[in-house]
């Protein structure tokens, strides 16, 4: 979905910070070495980036009125 805008347990901002991570891991940096060169250095923070899915390209091929266009 989105990335959240604040780490769950400690509040700090990390919604800025997912483009910046994409953009570091396409250039070929490991996961780890890409979150401490974004300033991620507490592991609850480091862990909303992480394991962040990213389904928002999924959700949009979803169309709920197709479902009842069939019917009719």
Request: charged share 35%.
């Amino acid at each position: 979905m989105i990335i959240p805008v604040r780490c769950f347990s400690c509040g700090k901002v990390v919604g800025d910070k997912w483009d910046a991570y994409l953009k570091l891991l396409e250039d070929g940096r490991e996961e780890g070495d890409a979150l401490t060169t974004l300033g991620l250095k507490r592991y609850c923070c480091r862990r909303m980036v992480l394991t962040h899915v990213d389904l928002i390209e999924k959700i949009l091929h979803y169309n709920p009125l197709e479902k009842n266009a069939d019917r009719r």
